[in-house]
């Protein structure tokens, strides 16, 4: 048995040269395995302290790597950090025999394995076509699902930004005129979401302003990514699209049961089946579809898998005794 783990900080995770593209890639191989049957994931566990203040444990195993891992995730209210409000950590261990293998900063991989989901709900309810984006909420996962969603939607050229703070959308929207596209802010949210092709909501836990878009809005053809649990969303509003998919029906409807997410389904499709082909994905270019993210743990697996595996091949991090 061995006698050590890695520690993996922040900057070794982020400066591992894990790709977007790669990134994509595993998470939707675990999506695909969990098709299979050969991964899954436990429900979170969440203790709620406050609105917008809680923790989370999220485990899951990949049984063909023979992996199994957890994410401890905290979240606090702005007003009581003056450093980040979200804080992870994963744990990685050896599935067989029990044994810890690693532990890591979880920060990078929550922005990015969450816009890499996104994208891959996207490469099936999107249209390939599609050149607008509109963004309800201007924090980290605005900027991770711009990257990402270019990656998979390489027409994209227009965006719209919108925030509670004119400030955090006016920055957004340098930062996409920077990468050669057209930005705009908006001060209505109902501009951010209306007439376009994409539209993403980010929209933090504990907001003093809940369900105040309408899926009335969504053009023909029109993707929304609800990043934010779907907590932007007028829950009576939601089967109004064509095509609602989740990332996994069992989890949703125990977040639903909760009262974390607005609607328990029927959803038509999740991840899994999405990943793997068991569902074609939008039907038609007039249908208007909607990922309803919950947010899971496989994803977070995923990309500490890929990160493990990097740090193994250059020895980076710092071994701990057991």
């Given at each position: ?113 969450t816009g890499a989901m996104t994208a891959i709900a996207a ?187 990097i740090a193994q091949a250059r020895g980076l991090g710092v071994?701990?005794?057991?």
């Amino acid at each position: 048995m061995q006698d050590t783990l890695i520690y993996l900080s922040e900057a070794d995770v982020s400066g591992a040269g894990i790709s977007l593209d790669r990134l994509r890639e595993v998470v939707a191989d675990a999506f695909a395995a969990q098709a299979r049957g050969t991964a899954r994931a436990a429900s979170k566990s969440v203790l709620t302290l406050g609105p917008g203040h809680l923790f989370q444990a999220k485990p899951a195993v990949l049984a063909d790597a023979g992996l199994a891992g957890m994410k401890w995730f905290g979240l606090v209210p702005s007003a009581q950090t003056s450093g980040p409000t979200i804080c992870s950590l994963i744990i990685l261990s050896d599935a067989k025999t029990g044994a810890p293998l690693a532990v890591m900063g979880g920060n990078w991989i929550t922005a990015t394995r969450t816009g890499a989901m996104t994208a891959i709900a996207a490469q099936a309810l999107a249209r390939k076509g599609s050149e607008s984006i509109g963004f309800v909420g201007c924090g980290v996962q605005a900027y991770s699902h711009l990257d990402a969603l270019r990656l998979v939607l390489p027409k994209l050229n227009r965006v719209v930004a919108y925030s509670r703070t004119p400030a955090s959308a006016e920055k957004f929207a340098a930062a996409a005129r920077a990468l050669g596209m057209q930005a705009a802010t908006t001060r209505d949210p109902r501009n951010a979401v209306e007439g376009l092709d994409v539209v993403i909501t980010t929209v933090p836990e504990g907001a003093a302003t809940l369900e105040f878009l309408d899926t009335a809005w969504l053009a023909p053809g029109e993707f929304a990514g609800a990043v934010d649990l779907g907590r932007s969303w007028k829950r009576e509003t939601l089967r109004g699209v064509d095509l609602l998919a989740t990332d996994e029906h069992e989890q949703t409807r125990v977040l639903a049961a909760m009262g974390r997410m607005p609607f328990a389904g029927p959803y038509e499709a999740d991840l899994a089946d999405l990943a793997s082909g068991r569902h074609p994905g939008r039907g038609s270019d007039r249908e208007r579809t909607m990922f309803l993210f919950s947010g899971h743990a496989l994803a977070d697996l995923a990309a500490a898998q890929a990160a493990y595996e990097i740090a193994q091949a250059r020895g980076l991090g710092v071994r701990l005794p057991l």
